[in-house]
């Protein structure tokens, strides 16, 4: 049984039409990737299964059990966490306050432990735990993101586009972390501009084009396909 | 020197009920980002349910207080969740009109049961005043001042230091996110409610026992001049309404002893003006510097 399946989902903005008929399975610790050019509906697809969107037809089964309709502020005490696209952190919130807020769920006497974790993971939000979100770094805010994120233990850990605006150093960073995460047993989406990276983390991955999967295989086999690396690797 | 100071304390004691009505105000205002125009009826209907609960039930003052406490919280409740709440996504115009709507509907309802003629808020007690440098300070003023002010730091502290209070702060900043931490947006506004229309019912009592006649439209000329007072604060800044409030109920008295009874609305609203020419933001307003 996959962690996460999504069977023939079709989402709407409107009229129009994002997603189209999608299927895709996760399984338990795995690092499975979406990627594909701007508007290919990978931000519409991590939305939808987190429940700030809605499927119009479709299926999103999480551990076997029907998600397809139970609204995001329920699926944090199932086991699933997103970090959104622009991070989304609390900026008028101090760090500390924003990692409480991703433990908001999580028994009030494991916070402190939590906190901790959160802590001994990203050293650097701790020397900036009375500090507002808002006066962080682009990269101390992804941090903060993922650590909000993690805070409450996901089985699945959604990120979409985590690399964003960040400086190539950081990029790696942020990769180090997701295989660092992934070898701790966490199973992982991954939503991603930087194809190259992704594909060399993933296990696996989709390729969405106008919001339908044209393409899929395991990460290395992506990488190695010619028809991929021009479309998407900028390569020949 | 008298008028100086008998002016000071009473423009003290109106600037308090402002305050605690702007303080409901901001905070519906800063969490679930609407203008809700019927909060001062909200104030009217906490009066009248003080005069049946102390006339026609014969409730001890603090019972009666209470009782106008929790009606106001339940039809806060009630409002939020049948007029608001289904346009959670709507535009915010209509959710402003529908508000007005929500408040005509409460003048009217009160007009149905309570008549167009004016009621006598009952006296709740006696407030022992004292006095200083020949002026007379009832015990009223400072009673409200008093409550006014642990109000406001009370509710500070709730918001920086609760859970609730922080969940309630994260709904404010980013609806979208706070629901993928497993916050309930709908509970958080919810309470909101409560906790607003709770302070509506304090301010009713006070102004029941400082103004002693209630209309079907009392609540409306304080609650324009609460939100005024919450403008020129800082709208969703705790403190900021409380210093608004104080600072319009001494304008708005200072304007009646010395200019003119007529001209002191006027006055007012042109302070009101000026501070957001000079601070758009309004007084402890916070300027938004946020990093993309
Ligand atoms: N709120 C919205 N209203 C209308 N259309 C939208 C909305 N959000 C996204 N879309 C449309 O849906 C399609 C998919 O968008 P989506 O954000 O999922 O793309 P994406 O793959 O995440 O792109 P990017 O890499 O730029 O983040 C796009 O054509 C976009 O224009
Ligand atoms: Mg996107």
Redesign the interface.
């Known amino acids: 049984m996959s962690l996460l399946k999504a069977e023939s989902i079709h989402v709407y903005y409107g009229n129009i039409h994002a997603v189209k008929d999608l299927s895709f399975h996760v399984d338990e610790g795995e690092i499975v990737t979406l990627i594909g050019a701007n508007g290919a509906g990978k931000s519409t697809t991590l939305n939808t299964i987190a429940g700030l969107l809605h499927c119009r037809s479709g299926q999103i089964l999480f551990r076997g059990e029907d998600i397809t309709h139970v609204p995001a502020g329920k699926l944090v005490r199932k086991g699933l966490a997103m970090v959104p696209e622009g991070r989304r952190i609390f900026l008028q919130l101090s760090v500390e306050e924003n990692l409480q807020m991703g433990a908001y769920c999580v028994d009030r006497r494991e916070v402190e432990t939590r906190l901790e974790e959160a802590y001994a993971l990203f050293p650097r939000l701790k020397e900036r735990r009375r500090q507002d979100g808002g006066t962080l770094s682009g990269g101390e805010q992804q941090m903060l993101a993922m650590a909000r994120a993690l805070m409450s233990h996901p089985g699945l850990l959604m990120l979409d586009e985590p690399s964003m605006g960040l400086a190539p150093i950081l990029v790696e960073q942020i990769f180090d972390m997701i295989r660092d995460l992934h070898q701790k047993g966490t199973t992982i989406l991954l939503v991603e501009q930087n194809a190259q990276a992704a594909l060399s983390v993933a296990d696996r991955a989709y390729v969405l084009e106008t919001g339908r999967i044209v393409t899929d295989g395991s990460g290395q086999a992506l990488l190695e396909s010619p028809e991929i690396r021009s479309a998407y690797l900028g390569g020949e | 020197m008298t008028i100086f100071l008998r002016t000071l304390i009473s423009g003290l004691n109106l600037g308090s009920i402002y305050a605690l009505i702007a303080l409901g105000y901001s905070m519906v205002y800063g969490i679930a980002k609407m203008l809700n125009f019927a909060h001062g009826d909200i104030i009217m209907i906490g009066a009248y349910t003080g005069i049946v609960a102390v006339m026609t039930m014969n409730f001890p003052p603090l019972i009666a207080i209470l009782t106008s406490i929790l009606v106001c919280s339940l039809l806060g409740m009630l409002i939020e969740t049948l007029a608001y709440k289904p346009l959670r996504q709507a535009p915010s115009l209509s959710v402003l009109i529908t508000a007005i709507g929500v408040s005509y509907l409460l003048q009217n309802l009160a007009l149905l049961i309570f008549g167009s003629e004016q009621k006598a808020y009952p006296t709740l007690g006696a407030f022992p005043g004292f006095t200083v440098l020949g002026v007379k300070v009832d015990g009223m003023t400072v009673l409200t001042l008093t409550v006014t002010a642990v109000i406001m730091i009370g509710l500070t502290l709730f918001i920086n230091l609760s859970?609730m209070g922080?969940?309630m702060?994260?709904v404010s900043?980013?609806r979208?996110?706070?629901?993928?931490?497993?916050?309930?947006?709908n509970r958080t506004i919810l309470i909101t409610f409560a906790i607003g229309s709770a302070l509506a019912a304090v301010a009713s009592t006070f102004y029941g026992m400082t103004y002693v006649y209630i209309k079907p439209t009392t609540g409306s000329m304080p609650g324009i001049k609460a939100f005024t007072a919450a403008v020129f604060g800082g709208i969703g800044s705790l403190p900021g309404a409380m210093l608004g409030g104080i600072l319009l109920g001494l304008i708005e008295q200072f304007a009646k002893a010395y200019i003119s009874t007529l001209w002191s609305d006027a006055i007012v609203f042109g302070v009101l003006v000026l501070v957001l020419i000079v601070r758009p933001s309004g007084l402890l307003g916070?300027k938004r510097?946020?990093?993309v």
């Open positions: 859970r922080k969940a702060r994260a900043e980013d979208g996110a706070a629901e993928l931490m497993g916050i309930s947006v916070k510097a946020e990093k």
